[in-house]
């Protein structure tokens, strides 16, 4: 099993910053320096960047605040060549049926490209924003419902489902996918946990502390094997990477430094009304306080402090980063989606200083799927980083 590298498409906008303005922040008073819309020809950099320094595929998120995943991304297929788009969609606000045709066009268009992260979504709030006005456990059980119509019509005949959610007579699409996409999955409630286990390829979690993360793999995949499957797994980071561990710790601390009290205490109000497990085992991991956000290792809760979702980034040298994916990969996480403030020069950062570290380790496969810097430090060669970024 080696590690599988995938990085992530800032479609409600990026910059030098860790505050959400959507979200959170107020634009009064002009927006912050170095905040950047989320054009398509900013995202298709990201993109090609990606691409060029041997990223799997991109994650590109689902909401309120973010471009449309699906648009955006078969839109930038047409700026690369190989990378793979992971498209995060929410079940339940579109026909399964739809669904699966969609990702069957995609996969024709894109000649093979689409992965699916299935978002169950954890805030009703959020939800009724789509017209969606079950409760947790609800959604849930409508995911799993959902799931098995997708996968059921992708069989290329006619299938029927009834359940409380879905009807479907003779749901078909004509033209199944090749390949099938993989279903990427997250969720840490007793509701989600047997969805995962029936339907996803790769179980996703936030990057908690490995012990954390172990107590989930064992609990997914014993769920799987009472199913007669085999789930893999993933684990969603944002990273700090740099020639040395204090150049990494001086860049956190600088992205504390936008963080005031009011801010902090506003995003901390709004992520606690949050339904989702998950995020409240992300804003366990800091109380909401700045101190001791090192929970483990060159693991940082900082950047949870303001932001929902992947609430912890790896931060230290390249060797140090490397060490850290090192140890959750023991654990049997394969899929790495990872993110970085701002998403083009985070991406530079770690294609050049950590995946030749993983490379040299043997974690990341064939070295000649990696890109020239990178087969280079493996051959011996020293990879020279330029300074000033």
């Known amino acids: 099993m080696t590690v599988r590298l995938h990085w992530f498409l800032p479609t409600g906008g990026d910059g030098r910053t860790l505050v959400d303005l959507h979200a959170y922040g107020s634009n009064q008073g002009g927006r912050p320096s170095g905040v950047r819309p989320p054009d398509i020809d900013y995202l298709a950099q990201i993109a090609k960047a990606a691409e060029q320094l041997g990223f799997e595929a991109v994650l590109t998120p689902t909401g309120t605040w973010c471009e449309d995943a699906w648009l955006t991304t078969v839109a930038l297929a047409q700026h690369t060549e190989r990378l793979k788009f ?52 609800q959604r849930y059980a409508r995911t799993d419902e ?16 009834h359940g409380a959610h879905y009807q479907v007579d003779g ?41 954390q993360v172990k107590e989930k793999i064992d609990w997914i995949r014993s769920l799987a094997e009472r199913e007669g499957r085999t789930v893999r797994f993933g684990i969603r980071l944002h990273t700090i990477s740099r020639d040395s561990s204090a150049e990494a710790w001086s860049t956190a601390n600088r992205l504390l430094d936008d963080l005031d009290a009011d801010t902090v205490a506003a995003a901390q109000a709004a992520l606690g009304r949050s339904e989702s497990v998950g995020q409240r085992r992300m804003l366990a991991l800091h109380g909401g306080s700045r101190s001791d956000l090192e929970i483990h290792p060159n693991l940082w809760a900082g950047v949870g402090l303001v932001r929902g979702g992947a609430g912890t980034a790896l931060v230290g040298s390249h060797a140090e980063v490397a060490d850290r994916i090192e140890e959750y990969h023991a654990l049997g996480v394969e899929h790495f989606v990872l993110s970085g403030y701002p998403h083009l020069e985070e991406a530079y950062w770690f294609g050049e200083g950590v995946i030749p570290v993983l490379a040299a380790r043997g974690l990341i496969g064939d070295i000649a799927d990696i890109p020239d810097a990178a087969s280079e430090a493996v051959a011996g060669v020293p990879l020279l980083v330029a300074g000033g970024r």
């Open 171 to 211: 749901g078909l699409t004509a033209l199944p996918p090749e390949p099938v996409p993989q279903l990427f999955f997250g969720g840490s409630s007793p509701a989600a946990g047997p969805v995962a286990a029936r339907h996803a390829d790769v179980y996703l979690t936030w990057g908690e502390p490995p012990a």
């Open 146 to 161: 959902f799931l098995s119509v997708v996968r059921g019509v992708w069989r290329g005949e006619p299938y029927d489902f």
């Open 86 to 137: 992971l498209v995060a969609f929410r079940p339940g606000l579109i026909s399964p049926t739809l669904a699966a045709q969609m990702a069957a066009t995609y996969q024709r268009i894109t000649r093979g490209r689409l992965l699916l992260n299935v978002v169950t979504g954890g805030d009703s709030a959020e939800q009724r924003r789509f017209g969606d006005r079950l409760d947790h456990d």
